[in-house]
């Protein structure tokens, strides 16, 4: 076993796990944040993205204990004080998550990319959301949610169009 | 619509065979919830992380299960030495297939399935023994000391090659040598249609099987009670089967075993049958005394498969010079892998729905499934139906230029008729394909498109239908398909129980929104417990996009008994006669003087304090079917829903790359419950049938043991953010008698029409034919050249076998004096 020091969701934590864990291992088994999930273990879905000083990285490629003394964020780290994340507000009132497995990984590395570029076109979301891989959205609803997030984060009344929640007319 | 309208168009038909409901309240008033956009009562859940799904589970004590899976595609065990797995550190028992020698599978016509395997292995990935350790790496490092001895058998590696080798024999049962199922249905003489058509067309087809590929692995834990109960939490879409299953083969009696379905991580159908590691995880509980966990590995997941059947199709058809039908003839030859799984069902379903959308007054339909050493093929998002659906779709497309009509224009003339009885029996109540076809037509600019854009862009037509819901059950019994249990908590609160699965799809939603809409409360107001067969009332599953259709008429059932009971004790206090009383808003008031009210929750205590708790059900079963000729059973459903959809392409002619910038698609869902969750199962359907269409393929190296090619989420090809379509959604609302409030199924149908929109679309631009799926850049580009060699510009399947069929059932349609039984059927 090895102990670590870091910070999870803003705050100092101390954890032990078998040295050949991945971060995604620790996390889910050594810190009980199942928030992150899985889809192949191998690099390939993106599933199981969080953030690693803010940049979004696959927690299956990297081990636990290369994030020593680095910051990680989680789903479970992004509604404070009891309110939702902009985005998590968007993406359940456009309805973003269906089964919502690969909903943390979409939503850190949206949140990434606004903290990035507040006003992403629709080609720079695509772009930076191409690693995460979503079989029931067909991420149209996903662009549209971090496109109406982006507007409510950039202090603007946005609402969904009509045409996203009842179809063209 | 009006409270009042709905009432009778909601179970008018579709309640013929459950007790009449009570109607005391009826007061008119627009929907208050049915129809909108809502954010899904799980949604918080989704977005926060914190839905628990199987693999989130952990229990003190508990031990990791692993499964050493078959290395050969088609051997007899001759021997299995687990003794050295056994002694090893932290593994606390070891399973092979003598302790599971009751068979099991999803239909009750083909058991053939083993938790293990005991003497014989039919695919690469077949389960033969399963460790219980302590830890994941200890199983892991078990299986690797677990010896199998295999005699190695000639693997069979498709359908034609199960045709042409009836030996050896892959299961010992079945209609012929490696065929599993032979199927000929005769719907007045089609013979006689192209004798008398003006044009008779004959067209080869081929689709490629593909596979759900959901984000969540499957995942399952058992745990053992001493007082002899086992429970099982899984990501399963049918808890009820496998409850069933469970009691088969555990040789348990059903009330010692509990089934819970986790939410599902996405499903597709790849999570609809009873498992092998599911069975092994809860006998592995019984065996050690201790909560077991098993979560696949993706690679894994692909062995356990059930997806698409490759299918192999012929197709001819005789029509007047309209575009009329005169009669059609569709074989099918399906290559069904190792198992039986819903093979049978999905082998009728490739000859079932196509009378559904143009009018057919002959049809013949001959299927067969055969046996092959590869990962068993079940449901798939559109079960049996999209691979049919493509083939007609792209026939239609080249009788139409045949014949020098557009093809929109031809198919608005063929129609089948709204209220109408197709040949084979099949009860069209609700049909919107026209509208759909006007929409899409419209909205994509197709008259000014097609045959008239540039080289290498183009336009595609294809429509589609597809059940709300199978008509029979998958086991025979004459109870209800759903069922709901109500609860009315004395603080105002609901609690509603099904059966019914959340597979992302929206069913804890679509409860909870009936529920509120009856009762005139918030639906954030109504606990939704769903998947616990302690719990809930039987509902069969999430399958055949059966949940809203029938939860929902049973919630409405449940909630509308509820307001029945509540409506005494209100109308009592208030002095207003219980019929003039409205329900909305969390109030009970008389309609005419809407001041005159009382609280939800206090009618709830009236009642309580004068009845007792307030608690009601409700059930749901289908009309009926027409049909009682032998295989009837699959195809009648209490609604079809409607698709059309036009695809724009780019073909780049030096690669043959198709991009899809845009899909047109307009649904026929009936009535929304929830408008936003209706567009994201279309946008969703149009996303996963583009994957089909263009990459998606589950493909095998049939030369070197059948192995399985591509069994990663890398080299599995599906769409990403970068190769994902513009969707022009337009949802057509025509109510169906038999639906909730009119509702029709949404998360299958919009599928089907992509593949052959796109596959038309290329013809459009490119001017050659790819008949089979997906319409890859090498298919492409080897159309153009052969184009460019002045030959046929088409890549395709060029024969069908010889298939050894039965002497057909001969049915004569309802037009010709037929009532629904086989010539020499019993009464």
């Known amino acids: 076993m090895v102990t670590i020091a870091l910070e999870v969701n803003g705050e100092p934590t101390e954890v032990a796990f078998a040295p050949h864990k991945t971060l995604l291992e620790v996390l889910r088994e050594d810190l009980g944040l199942t928030g992150t999930k899985h889809g192949?273990?191998?690099?390939?879905?993106?599933?199981?993205?969080?953030?690693?000083?803010?940049?979004?990285?696959?927690?299956?490629?990297?081990?636990?204990?290369?994030?020593?003394?680095?910051?990680?964020?989680?789903?479970?780290?992004?509604?404070?004080?009891?309110?939702?994340?902009?985005?998590?507000?968007?993406?359940?009132d456009l309805g973003a998550a269906q089964c919502g497995y690969c909903t943390p990984a979409f939503l850190l590395a949206a949140e990434a990319l606004l903290a990035e570029n507040p006003n992403p076109t629709r080609d720079e979301i695509k772009d930076a959301l191409a690693g995460n891989l979503c079989r029931c959205t067909g991420y149209i609803k996903i662009y549209e949610a971090v496109e109406l997030a982006a507007a409510h984060l950039r202090g603007e009344d946005a609402r969904p169009s009509e045409e996203s929640l009842y179809g063209r007319r | 619509m009006g409270a009042g309208k709905r009432r009778t168009g909601g179970r008018a038909e579709g309640r013929t065979e459950n007790a009449p409901l009570q109607t005391a309240c009826s007061p008119v008033r627009p929907s208050a919830i049915i129809g909108k956009a809502h954010r899904k009562v799980d949604a918080v859940a989704k977005v926060t992380g914190t839905t628990k799904f199987a693999d989130d589970l952990a229990f003190p004590r508990m031990l990791y299960c692993k499964l050493l899976r078959s290395s050969q595609a088609h051997a007899r065990i001759v021997s299995i030495d687990v003794s050295a797995a056994t002694r090893l550190e932290g593994v606390q028992?070891?399973?092979?297939?003598?302790?599971?020698?009751?068979?099991?599978?999803?239909?009750?016509?083909?058991?053939?399935?083993?938790?293990?395997?005991?003497?014989?292995?039919?695919?690469?990935?077949?389960?033969?023994?399963?460790?219980?350790?302590?830890?994941?790496?200890?199983?892991?490092?078990?299986?690797?000391?677990?010896?199998?001895?295999?005699?190695?058998?000639?693997?069979?590696?498709?359908?034609?090659?199960?045709?042409?080798?009836?030996?050896?024999?892959?299961?010992?049962?079945?209609?012929a040598g490696n065929i599993h199922k032979l199927i000929d249905l005769e719907f007045g003489d089609v013979?006689?249609?192209?004798?008398?058509?003006?044009?008779?067309?004959?067209?080869?087809?081929?689709?490629?099987?593909?596979?759900?590929?959901?984000?969540?692995?499957?995942?399952?834990?058992?745990?053992?009670?001493?007082?002899?109960?086992?429970?099982?939490?899984?990501?399963?879409?049918?808890?009820?089967y496998v409850h069933r299953a469970l009691a088969k083969v555990l040789e348990l009696p059903p009330s010692r075993i509990r089934v819970i379905a986790t939410p599902n991580g996405g499903g597709f159908g790849g999570k609809s049958d009873p498992f092998s590691h599911e069975i092994v995880v809860a006998k592995l509980a019984m065996v050690t005394g201790r909560p077991v966990k098993i979560t696949l590995t993706r690679e894994e997941v692909f062995y356990c498969h059930r997806g698409?059947?490759?299918?192999?199709?012929?197709?001819?058809?005789?029509?007047?010079?309209?575009?009329?039908?005169?009669?059609?003839?569709?074989?099918?030859?399906?290559?069904?892998?190792?198992?039986?799984?819903?093979g049978v069902a999905s082998t009728y379903y490739t000859g079932a729905l196509q009378t559904v959308t143009y009018r057919t007054p002959r049809y013949k339909f001959q299927g067969a499934r055969a046996f092959t050493n590869k990962a068993p093929c079940g449901p798939k998002r559109g079960h049996g139906t999209p691979q049919p659906r493509f083939a007609l779709e792209v026939h239609m497309d080249k009788i139409a230029e045949q014949l020098g009509v557009d093809p929109a224009e031809m198919r608005l003339k063929t129609l089948v008729p709204p209220n109408s009885l197709t040949a084979n029996y099949l009860r069209v109540g609700s049909m919107g394909l026209g509208a759909c076809i006007e929409k899409v037509v419209e909205g994509s600019g197709w008259k000014e498109k097609f045959r008239k854009l540039p080289e290498g862009r183009g336009v595609g037509l294809a429509c589609s239908s597809y059940i709300s819901g199978a008509g029979l059950p998958i086991y025979w019994n004459n109870m209800p398909h759903s069922g709901v249990q109500l609860k009315c908590d004395r603080g105002g609160g609901v609690t509603v129980f099904c059966g019914s699965t959340e597979i992302g799809q929206g069913s804890d939603s679509v409860l909870a929104y009936i529920v509120a809409e009856v009762l005139g409360i918030d639906p954030f107001d109504i606990a939704v417990v769903t998947g616990d067969t302690d719990l809930t009332p039987v509902d069969l599953g999430s399958y055949s996009s059966r949940v809203t259709l029938m939860t929902g008429n049973a919630a409405i059932q449940a909630a509308e008994r509820a307001r029945d009971i509540l409506a005494v004790h209100a109308a009592a206090k208030l002095q207003v006669p219980a019929e003039q009383l409205a329900f909305a808003g969390g109030r009970v008031f008389d309609a005419r003087d809407p001041e005159r009210g009382l609280g939800f929750a206090e009618t709830v205590q009236l009642a309580e304090a004068a009845e007792g708790t307030v608690g009601t059900v409700g059930s749901y079963?289908?009309?009926?079917?027409?049909?009682?000729?032998?295989?009837?059973?699959?195809?009648?459903?209490?609604?079809?829903?409607?698709?059309?959809?036009?695809?724009?392409?780019?073909?780049?002619?030096?690669?043959?790359?198709?991009?899809?910038?845009?899909?047109?698609?307009?649904?026929?869902?009936?009535?929304?419950?929830?408008?936003?969750?209706?567009?994201?199962q279309v946008e969703g359907s149009v996303y996963m049938g583009l994957g089909e269409a263009l990459m998606e393929e589950m493909a095998y190296r049939g030369n070197r043991n059948v192995v399985h090619k591509i069994p990663s989420l890398l080299e599995y090809k599906s769409p990403t953010t970068l190769e994902m379509c513009d969707v022009v959604t337009y949802l057509v609302e025509d109510p169906d008698p038999n639906g909730p409030f009119g509702a029709k199924e949404v998360g299958q149908g919009p599928l089907l029409p992509v593949m052959p929109a796109v596959a038309n679309a290329v013809y459009d631009a490119v001017g050659v034919r790819v008949d089979e799926v997906p319409v890859t850049p090498e298919k492409v580009l080897k159309a153009l050249r052969k184009k460019g060699k002045g030959e046929e510009g088409r890549v395709g399947p060029l024969s069908f076998p010889d298939i050894p069929w039965p002497e057909p059932t001969r049915v004569p349609p309802p037009w010709e004096g037929g009532d629904g039984k086989a010539v020499g059927q019993r009464a």
């Not at chain 1, 979004?56 to 309110?83: D, F, I, Q, W, Y």
């Not at chain 2, 984000?215 to 429970?231: G, I, L, N």
């Not at chain 2, 299918?311 to 010079?321: A, D, N, Y």
């Not at chain 2, 099918?332 to 190792?338: A, I, R």
């Open chain 1, 40 to 92: 192949c273990e191998l690099g390939e879905c993106g599933t199981c993205t969080v953030l690693l000083d803010g940049t979004p990285v696959l927690s299956c490629l990297v081990l636990g204990l290369a994030c020593a003394n680095h910051a990680v964020k989680t789903v479970e780290g992004m509604a404070l004080g009891g309110r939702l994340h902009p985005l998590q507000e968007t993406f359940a």
């Open chain 2, 93 to 175: 028992a070891v399973l092979t297939g003598r302790d599971f020698p009751i068979p099991f599978g999803i239909l009750p016509v083909s058991q053939d399935e083993h938790a293990l395997c005991p003497d014989k292995v039919r695919f690469i990935g077949d389960p033969v023994a399963a460790v219980a350790a302590t830890s994941e790496e200890a199983a892991t490092a078990a299986l690797d000391l677990i010896r199998v001895e295999y005699a190695p058998l000639r693997p069979i590696t498709d359908a034609e090659d199960a045709v042409a080798h009836p030996e050896p024999r892959i299961h010992d049962y079945g209609d």
């Open chain 2, 191 to 240: 013979e006689a249609g192209f004798a008398e058509a003006d044009l008779v067309r004959e067209d080869l087809f081929f689709f490629e099987g593909s596979t759900h590929l959901p984000m969540e692995q499957h995942a399952a834990v058992a745990v053992w009670s001493p007082d002899r109960k086992v429970t099982l939490w899984s990501a399963t879409q049918t808890p009820h």
């Open chain 2, 308 to 342: 698409r059947h490759p299918t192999l199709m012929w197709i001819k058809t005789g029509l007047k010079q309209d575009g009329a039908i005169t009669g059609m003839h569709f074989k099918s030859l399906l290559d069904g892998g190792g198992y039986g799984s819903y």
């Open chain 2, 621 to 680: 079963t289908p009309p009926r079917s027409a049909g009682t000729y032998r295989g009837a059973g699959v195809g009648p459903s209490p609604a079809y829903s409607y698709s059309a959809c036009v695809a724009e392409v780019d073909v780049d002619p030096g690669t043959g790359v198709v991009r899809v910038p845009t899909i047109w698609i307009a649904h026929d869902v009936g009535k929304c419950i929830n408008a936003a969750a209706v567009i994201g």
